[in-house]
């Protein structure tokens, strides 16, 4: 199992990025997938996670309004798209898969497999 994150970088408060997830090393329909970030000293922290069987998706508050998650099976990718990006954005973003679905969403504890991260900064 292979999860491997790209599209951090640096934006201004307000602009937008997209992060994409490359799945590899399992059947991609069968996993559901989230986002997740961290800043030093504080807790991974999910942000919105996507049931491939059955679509389903949930957003953290943080998130709602301003983030999409989407999975594109042909591709095995999952994307992140970030709009309205604010400073305290500011964190690396992981990627995480479950097998079906996750016993509770947005809970680091029900992932099993993670990408490395991939930085995201927002200027203000």
């Known amino acids: 199992v292979q999860l491997v994150e790209s599209g951090g970088g640096l934006v201004q408060s307000g602009g937008s990025l997209t992060l994409s997830c490359a799945a590899s090393g399992f059947t991609f329909d069968d996993f559901a997938f989230a986002w997740f970030r961290q800043v030093p000293g504080k807790e991974r922290e999910g942000v919105a996670d996507i049931v491939n069987r059955d679509g389903r998706t949930n957003y953290a508050e943080s998130a709602k309004g301003r983030f999409t998650i989407s999975s594109d099976n042909a591709k095995n990718t999952v994307t992140l798209r970030m709009d309205r990006l604010k400073p305290e954005d500011t964190a690396v973003y992981y990627c995480?898969?479950?097998?079906?679905?996750?016993?509770?969403?947005?809970?680091?504890?029900?992932?099993?497999?993670w990408g490395q991260g991939t930085q995201v900064t927002v200027s203000s």
């Open positions: 995480a898969a479950e097998y079906l679905w996750p016993d509770f969403p947005l809970a680091a504890d029900s992932y099993d497999y």
